[in-house]
């Protein structure tokens, strides 16, 4: 009986093999598939924008990968080889961190509160000595088979500070992209990592499993919807040319603000028209642009000349009003402070202008007629 006996291996101990078998592979598999995923995306868009933080977020995901591996190397581990297996995976997760940390100052939106640190010079020192603090204890654990209790689980701890900057930051990020359900799968994500984060601090080896392969698999997606959302919003700020733009000045309704005038743009990527919002004085710029335009047969305002001081009445003061009206678009079709003068200002300037050939400080909206429309007040 006791041969036997000794010839079958614990039910439940081969079950969690299994178990562990199971998503160590998984993990390897679908982390190396999300990683070559994500560098393709950059390949193919960020590598030309120079925008690394896909690659940054393709590594930490990588390192995940080379957990799943280890996992599957050391499957079955003996009292040796145990600390090695642990130590590894430590690595692995301080590494992950520090990838979503180096990407952060990448995104383009920050929460208010975290911006100025995110984006100092400092950042990788603010992270980086952090991450080797608790490297030397994972380091000392894993190669002498012992470690200080009092610092036993740093990774753990830095993985929580990495949680609390990555989930203002996707929050912020989807918010700014006008996509509120997105920004709530986000926080929903973050805490059930950790949770999954706390687990590690316990003994329960099957929960810890299944809370690693869900917040592992929704941060995946959460990456990729924050790449496609990326793409989403290249797209959208795309300005259109000349002939697809269209304007419309509506009635003006009493209950408008007193001090805003409201002018649809038609033609930019989307269902939806952009509403921009002008001032009194932007606002009679612009119709005057579109009355001229509909009214004459070259449709030219003048722009005043510097130090003119002449009766002569000119229809633009100086070139300042003119940016003051494309600025005044780009904040309400973009929003304040998200477009550029090189991708922006100066392709939505070409697009509703030109200047007369010879120079002569005149200027003219070159949109076609049959794209202006005023409603009579």
């Known amino acids: 009986m006791l041969l036997i006996r000794s010839t079958y291996q614990n039910p439940v101990i081969s079950s969690t093999l299994e178990i562990s078998k199971f998503y160590g592979w998984w993990q390897f598999v679908v982390c190396l598939f999300a990683f070559m995923a994500l560098m393709s995306i950059w390949y193919h868009i960020g590598k030309k924008q120079k925008d690394f933080g896909p690659v940054w977020l393709a590594l930490s995901i990588l390192c995940w990968a080379f957990s799943g591996l280890v996992e599957v190397i050391y499957l079955d581990f003996n009292e040796s080889s145990y600390p090695i297996k642990e130590g590894l995976r430590s690595v692995f997760s301080l590494l992950n961190s520090l990838f979503i940390l180096l990407a952060l100052p990448w995104f383009k939106y920050l929460p208010k509160p975290f911006a100025g640190l995110i984006k100092n010079k400092f950042w990788p020192y603010i992270i980086g000595i952090p991450f080797v603090f608790a490297l030397l204890p994972t380091l000392h654990k894993m190669f002498l088979g012992r ?37 709530l799968l986000a926080i929903i994500t973050v805490l059930i990592t950790l949770i ?13 499993l299944l809370f690693s392969a869900i917040f592992k698999t929704s941060l995946i997606m959460l990456f990729f919807a924050l790449a496609l959302s990326w793409v989403k919003e290249l797209t959208e700020t795309v300005i259109p040319e000349t002939y697809q733009l269209k304007l419309l000045f509506k009635k003006r309704n009493k209950s408008n603000i007193p001090n805003n005038y409201e002018v649809i743009l038609k033609g930019f990527p989307g269902h939806e028209d952009r509403t921009v919002q002008l001032t009194p004085a932007l606002h009679r710029l612009l119709k005057t642009f579109a009355e001229r335009r509909l009214v004459t047969a070259e449709g030219w305002l003048e722009i005043k000349p510097k130090n003119f001081d002449g009766a002569k009445n000119y229809d633009i003061n100086d070139h300042n009003e003119l940016k003051r009206l494309v600025e ?3 904040n309400g079709l973009f ?8 991708k922006h200002f100066t392709p939505l300037k070409n697009t509703l202008f030109e200047m007369s050939e010879n120079r002569e400080r005149k200027i003219r909206l070159q949109l076609p007629k049959e794209n202006i429309h005023i409603e009579n007040e």
Do not use: C
């Open 196 to 208: 999954a984060q706390v687990y590690k601090l316990m003994d329960n080896t099957i929960n810890l």
């Open 328 to 330: 005044a678009l780009l």
């Open 147 to 183: 470690s200080a209790s009092a610092i036993n689980e740093l990774d753990v701890y830095y993985a929580l500070l990495t949680l609390v900057f990555l989930g203002f930051v996707l929050w912020e990020s989807f918010i700014k992209r006008r996509l509120p359900l997105l920004g």
């Open 335 to 342: 929003g304040k402070k998200n477009w550029t003068k090189n």
